[in-house]
Protein backbone atom coordinates (compact mmCIF):
# COMPACT_ATOMS: atom_id res chain seq x y z
CA UNK A 1 0.00 0.00 0.00
CA UNK A 2 1.27 3.62 -1.32
CA UNK A 3 0.54 7.07 -0.45
CA UNK A 4 -1.68 7.02 -3.21
CA UNK A 5 -4.45 5.07 -1.60
CA UNK A 6 -4.87 8.08 0.57
CA UNK A 7 -5.79 9.94 -2.32
CA UNK A 8 -8.97 11.54 -2.92
CA UNK A 9 -8.17 12.41 -6.35
CA UNK A 10 -11.21 11.46 -8.54
CA UNK A 11 -13.47 11.55 -5.82
CA UNK A 12 -16.80 14.11 -4.91
CA UNK A 13 -17.57 15.04 -1.43
CA UNK A 14 -20.66 16.56 0.23
CA UNK A 15 -19.43 18.00 3.54
CA UNK A 16 -21.89 19.55 5.73
CA UNK A 17 -21.26 22.04 8.33
CA UNK A 18 -18.32 23.08 6.39
CA UNK A 19 -18.63 26.97 7.27
CA UNK A 20 -16.06 26.26 10.50
CA UNK A 21 -15.38 24.05 12.74
CA UNK A 22 -14.33 20.55 12.27
CA UNK A 23 -16.76 20.57 9.29
CA UNK A 24 -14.61 23.56 7.39
CA UNK A 25 -11.00 21.52 8.07
CA UNK A 26 -12.65 18.43 6.76
CA UNK A 27 -13.58 20.39 3.60
CA UNK A 28 -9.72 22.08 3.41
CA UNK A 29 -8.39 18.62 3.98
CA UNK A 30 -10.14 16.89 1.05
CA UNK A 31 -9.61 19.50 -0.94
CA UNK A 32 -5.90 19.03 -0.54
CA UNK A 33 -6.11 15.63 -1.50
CA UNK A 34 -7.58 16.27 -4.48
CA UNK A 35 -11.45 15.94 -4.02
CA UNK A 36 -14.00 17.92 -5.50
CA UNK A 37 -16.20 19.17 -3.17
CA UNK A 38 -20.00 20.55 -2.31
CA UNK A 39 -19.77 22.53 0.85
CA UNK A 40 -23.23 22.76 2.08
CA UNK A 41 -24.07 25.34 5.48
CA UNK A 42 -26.75 27.50 6.74
CA UNK A 43 -24.17 30.56 7.07
CA UNK A 44 -23.47 31.22 3.21
CA UNK A 45 -21.02 34.09 3.39
CA UNK A 46 -18.72 31.86 5.62
CA UNK A 47 -19.67 28.78 3.05
CA UNK A 48 -18.25 31.51 0.26
CA UNK A 49 -15.19 32.23 1.79
CA UNK A 50 -14.39 28.21 2.83
CA UNK A 51 -14.68 27.84 -1.13
CA UNK A 52 -12.78 30.78 -2.09
CA UNK A 53 -9.91 29.00 -0.08
CA UNK A 54 -10.18 25.58 -1.99
CA UNK A 55 -10.78 27.20 -5.69
CA UNK A 56 -7.44 29.74 -5.07
CA UNK A 57 -4.87 26.65 -4.18
CA UNK A 58 -6.26 25.02 -7.62
CA UNK A 59 -9.05 22.76 -6.22
CA UNK A 60 -13.09 22.94 -6.90
CA UNK A 61 -15.77 23.63 -4.21
CA UNK A 62 -19.48 24.99 -4.89
CA UNK A 63 -20.89 26.61 -2.25
CA UNK A 64 -24.26 25.53 -1.15
CA UNK A 65 -26.98 27.14 1.14
CA UNK A 66 -29.37 24.58 3.41
CA UNK A 67 -30.94 24.50 6.26
CA UNK A 68 -30.26 20.93 7.21
CA UNK A 69 -33.43 20.67 9.57
CA UNK A 70 -35.89 21.15 6.45
CA UNK A 71 -36.43 18.28 4.77
CA UNK A 72 -37.12 20.34 1.80
CA UNK A 73 -33.94 21.94 1.71
CA UNK A 74 -31.60 19.00 1.59
CA UNK A 75 -33.77 17.02 -1.09
CA UNK A 76 -32.81 20.38 -3.26
CA UNK A 77 -29.27 20.84 -1.71
CA UNK A 78 -28.38 17.16 -2.82
CA UNK A 79 -29.50 17.36 -6.02
CA UNK A 80 -27.99 20.85 -6.76
CA UNK A 81 -25.14 18.72 -5.44
CA UNK A 82 -25.86 15.72 -8.15
CA UNK A 83 -25.94 18.45 -10.95
CA UNK A 84 -22.94 20.44 -10.14
CA UNK A 85 -19.98 17.42 -9.52
CA UNK A 86 -21.95 14.54 -11.82
CA UNK A 87 -21.88 11.95 -8.67
CA UNK A 88 -21.50 12.14 -4.54
CA UNK A 89 -18.32 9.53 -3.75
CA UNK A 90 -18.26 10.67 0.03
CA UNK A 91 -20.89 12.12 2.58
CA UNK A 92 -19.69 13.22 5.60
CA UNK A 93 -22.61 14.88 7.93
CA UNK A 94 -20.70 17.01 10.10
CA UNK A 95 -23.64 19.76 10.97
CA UNK A 96 -24.48 19.44 14.33
CA UNK A 97 -24.20 20.66 17.94
CA UNK A 98 -25.82 21.20 21.49
CA UNK A 99 -27.54 23.99 20.60
CA UNK A 100 -27.49 24.73 24.64
CA UNK A 101 -27.08 23.14 27.78
CA UNK A 102 -29.84 22.50 29.82
CA UNK A 103 -30.91 19.64 32.69
CA UNK A 104 -33.39 17.45 31.00
CA UNK A 105 -36.37 18.55 33.09
CA UNK A 106 -36.37 22.10 32.36
CA UNK A 107 -35.73 21.77 28.55
CA UNK A 108 -38.76 22.79 26.41
CA UNK A 109 -40.41 20.42 23.90
CA UNK A 110 -39.10 22.86 21.10
CA UNK A 111 -35.94 22.09 22.46
CA UNK A 112 -35.59 19.01 22.28
CA UNK A 113 -36.82 18.69 18.71
CA UNK A 114 -34.66 21.48 17.90
CA UNK A 115 -31.43 19.50 19.42
CA UNK A 116 -32.67 16.12 17.84
CA UNK A 117 -33.82 17.74 14.25
CA UNK A 118 -30.27 19.18 14.30
CA UNK A 119 -28.34 16.14 15.06
CA UNK A 120 -29.80 13.12 14.14
CA UNK A 121 -32.44 13.54 11.69
CA UNK A 122 -30.78 15.73 9.05
CA UNK A 123 -28.29 12.96 9.03
CA UNK A 124 -31.03 10.43 8.54
CA UNK A 125 -32.02 12.15 5.40
CA UNK A 126 -28.51 13.09 3.91
CA UNK A 127 -28.13 9.40 4.18
CA UNK A 128 -31.38 8.47 2.99
CA UNK A 129 -31.24 10.74 -0.16
CA UNK A 130 -27.13 10.10 -0.68
CA UNK A 131 -27.79 6.89 0.39
CA UNK A 132 -29.72 5.91 -2.31
CA UNK A 133 -27.75 7.63 -5.09
CA UNK A 134 -24.51 5.67 -3.72
CA UNK A 135 -26.24 2.06 -3.87
CA UNK A 136 -27.40 2.55 -7.52
CA UNK A 137 -23.79 3.07 -8.33
CA UNK A 138 -22.40 0.31 -6.56
CA UNK A 139 -20.01 2.37 -3.98
CA UNK A 140 -19.51 5.47 -1.82
CA UNK A 141 -18.37 6.31 1.29
CA UNK A 142 -20.57 7.98 4.41
CA UNK A 143 -18.92 9.53 7.18
CA UNK A 144 -21.07 10.76 10.32
CA UNK A 145 -19.24 13.25 12.91
CA UNK A 146 -20.42 11.69 16.34
CA UNK A 147 -19.11 12.76 19.88
CA UNK A 148 -17.66 11.51 22.91
CA UNK A 149 -20.52 11.91 24.65
CA UNK A 150 -21.63 8.62 22.84
CA UNK A 151 -19.34 6.65 24.97
CA UNK A 152 -19.46 9.72 27.79
CA UNK A 153 -22.84 10.87 28.22
CA UNK A 154 -22.80 14.57 29.49
CA UNK A 155 -25.38 15.86 32.22
CA UNK A 156 -27.19 18.74 30.85
CA UNK A 157 -26.34 17.56 27.12
CA UNK A 158 -29.26 15.09 27.40
CA UNK A 159 -31.06 15.37 24.28
CA UNK A 160 -27.15 15.92 22.37
CA UNK A 161 -26.05 12.70 23.67
CA UNK A 162 -29.11 10.81 22.78
CA UNK A 163 -28.67 12.43 19.25
CA UNK A 164 -25.43 11.09 18.55
CA UNK A 165 -25.84 8.10 20.32
CA UNK A 166 -28.72 7.72 17.80
CA UNK A 167 -26.34 8.59 14.50
CA UNK A 168 -24.00 5.79 15.91
CA UNK A 169 -26.47 2.89 15.97
CA UNK A 170 -27.83 4.02 12.76
CA UNK A 171 -24.19 3.67 11.50
CA UNK A 172 -23.77 0.35 12.26
CA UNK A 173 -27.76 -0.27 10.55
CA UNK A 174 -26.73 1.24 7.35
CA UNK A 175 -23.28 -0.79 7.01
CA UNK A 176 -24.62 -3.94 7.55
CA UNK A 177 -27.91 -2.88 5.03
CA UNK A 178 -25.48 -1.36 2.31
CA UNK A 179 -22.33 -3.38 3.20
CA UNK A 180 -22.93 -5.99 -0.14
CA UNK A 181 -23.76 -2.56 -2.15
CA UNK A 182 -20.27 -1.25 -2.16
CA UNK A 183 -21.48 1.33 0.34
CA UNK A 184 -19.55 1.89 3.78
CA UNK A 185 -20.93 3.99 6.81
CA UNK A 186 -18.59 4.79 9.59
CA UNK A 187 -18.83 7.34 12.47
CA UNK A 188 -15.72 9.62 13.85
CA UNK A 189 -16.85 10.79 17.46
CA UNK A 190 -14.31 13.42 18.22
CA UNK A 191 -13.82 14.89 21.90
CA UNK A 192 -13.92 18.26 23.08
CA UNK A 193 -12.56 20.13 20.86
CA UNK A 194 -11.25 23.98 20.27
CA UNK A 195 -14.25 25.83 17.95
CA UNK A 196 -16.28 28.63 18.02
CA UNK A 197 -19.01 26.46 19.27
CA UNK A 198 -17.47 25.35 22.50
CA UNK A 199 -15.96 28.87 22.75
CA UNK A 200 -17.48 29.86 26.04
CA UNK A 201 -15.73 26.65 27.44
CA UNK A 202 -12.40 27.34 25.75
CA UNK A 203 -12.20 30.71 26.83
CA UNK A 204 -13.57 30.25 30.89
CA UNK A 205 -11.69 29.01 34.12
CA UNK A 206 -13.28 25.46 33.58
CA UNK A 207 -10.88 24.93 30.15
CA UNK A 208 -7.78 23.62 32.35
CA UNK A 209 -10.28 21.21 34.24
CA UNK A 210 -11.51 19.83 30.94
CA UNK A 211 -8.04 19.95 29.69
CA UNK A 212 -6.62 17.69 32.57
CA UNK A 213 -9.48 15.23 32.22
CA UNK A 214 -8.22 14.20 29.31
CA UNK A 215 -5.51 11.76 28.98
CA UNK A 216 -3.03 13.71 26.02
CA UNK A 217 -3.91 16.74 28.42
CA UNK A 218 -5.37 19.13 25.27
CA UNK A 219 -8.33 20.08 23.97
CA UNK A 220 -8.57 18.71 20.26
CA UNK A 221 -7.85 21.21 17.42
CA UNK A 222 -9.90 20.86 13.98
CA UNK A 223 -6.97 19.19 12.03
CA UNK A 224 -7.18 16.12 14.39
CA UNK A 225 -9.97 14.87 12.88
CA UNK A 226 -9.23 15.74 9.11
CA UNK A 227 -6.37 12.79 8.90
CA UNK A 228 -9.42 10.03 10.06
CA UNK A 229 -11.92 11.37 8.07
CA UNK A 230 -9.75 11.35 4.72
CA UNK A 231 -8.66 7.99 5.35
CA UNK A 232 -12.03 6.51 5.71
CA UNK A 233 -12.99 8.64 2.21
CA UNK A 234 -9.88 7.31 0.56
CA UNK A 235 -9.21 3.50 -0.53
CA UNK A 236 -6.97 3.01 2.24
CA UNK A 237 -10.13 2.10 4.42
CA UNK A 238 -11.50 -0.16 1.48
CA UNK A 239 -12.36 -2.82 4.09
CA UNK A 240 -13.62 -0.80 7.17
CA UNK A 241 -17.40 -0.07 7.79
CA UNK A 242 -19.82 -0.37 10.89
CA UNK A 243 -17.07 1.55 13.11
CA UNK A 244 -16.56 4.48 15.40
CA UNK A 245 -13.92 5.57 15.72
CA UNK A 246 -12.65 8.00 18.82
CA UNK A 247 -10.43 11.64 18.32
CA UNK A 248 -10.63 12.43 21.59
CA UNK A 249 -7.04 12.38 23.07
CA UNK A 250 -8.67 9.16 25.42
CA UNK A 251 -11.61 10.54 27.09
CA UNK A 252 -14.03 7.98 26.10
CA UNK A 253 -12.19 5.54 27.82
CA UNK A 254 -10.57 7.86 31.01
CA UNK A 255 -12.16 8.14 34.65
CA UNK A 256 -12.02 11.73 36.42
CA UNK A 257 -8.15 12.04 37.57
CA UNK A 258 -9.25 12.06 41.30
CA UNK A 259 -10.70 8.59 40.59
CA UNK A 260 -7.63 7.39 38.90
CA UNK A 261 -5.63 8.40 41.88
CA UNK A 262 -7.76 6.59 44.16
CA UNK A 263 -7.83 3.62 42.80
CA UNK A 264 -4.10 3.38 41.87
CA UNK A 265 -4.16 3.88 45.51
CA UNK A 266 -6.05 1.01 46.66
CA UNK A 267 -4.58 -0.71 43.96
CA UNK A 268 -1.32 -0.87 45.91
CA UNK A 269 -2.42 -1.13 49.08
CA UNK A 270 -4.26 -4.32 48.75
CA UNK A 271 -1.80 -5.79 45.98
CA UNK A 272 1.45 -5.52 47.07
CA UNK A 273 1.41 -3.43 50.08
CA UNK A 274 2.82 -0.27 51.37
CA UNK A 275 6.23 -1.46 51.19
CA UNK A 276 6.26 -2.40 47.69
CA UNK A 277 4.06 0.96 47.12
CA UNK A 278 7.02 3.52 48.53
CA UNK A 279 9.79 1.70 46.93
CA UNK A 280 7.88 2.23 43.34
CA UNK A 281 6.97 5.38 43.92
CA UNK A 282 10.95 6.92 44.76
CA UNK A 283 11.62 4.62 41.77
CA UNK A 284 9.43 6.60 40.14
CA UNK A 285 10.30 9.84 41.69
CA UNK A 286 14.02 9.11 40.64
CA UNK A 287 12.74 8.49 36.63
CA UNK A 288 10.99 11.88 36.74
CA UNK A 289 14.03 13.44 38.09
CA UNK A 290 16.60 12.00 35.51
CA UNK A 291 14.39 12.97 32.65
CA UNK A 292 14.03 16.42 33.92
CA UNK A 293 17.75 16.56 34.03
Known amino acids: MG ?28 AAAGAELALVARS ?11 EASGGRAVPLRCDVTSADEIAD ?24 NAPFLATREEGLEKVIDLNLTSVLRFCQRVGAHMVERGR ?9 ATFRPWPALTAYTVAKAGVAS ?41 AADVPMGRWGETDDVVGAAVWLASDASSYVTGANIPVDGGLGVAVPEDWRSLRIEQTWA ?9 AHTNGSMRHTAQCQA
Open 3 to 30: PEMFSLEGKAALVTGASRGIGEAIALGY
Open 44 to 54: FPELEATAARI
Open 77 to 100: CVGEALEALGRIDVLVNNAGGPVF
Open 140 to 148: GSIINIGSV
Open 170 to 210: LTQALAQEWGRDGVRVNTISPGWNDTAINRAFTESSAAATI
Open 270 to 278: TTVGDGARE
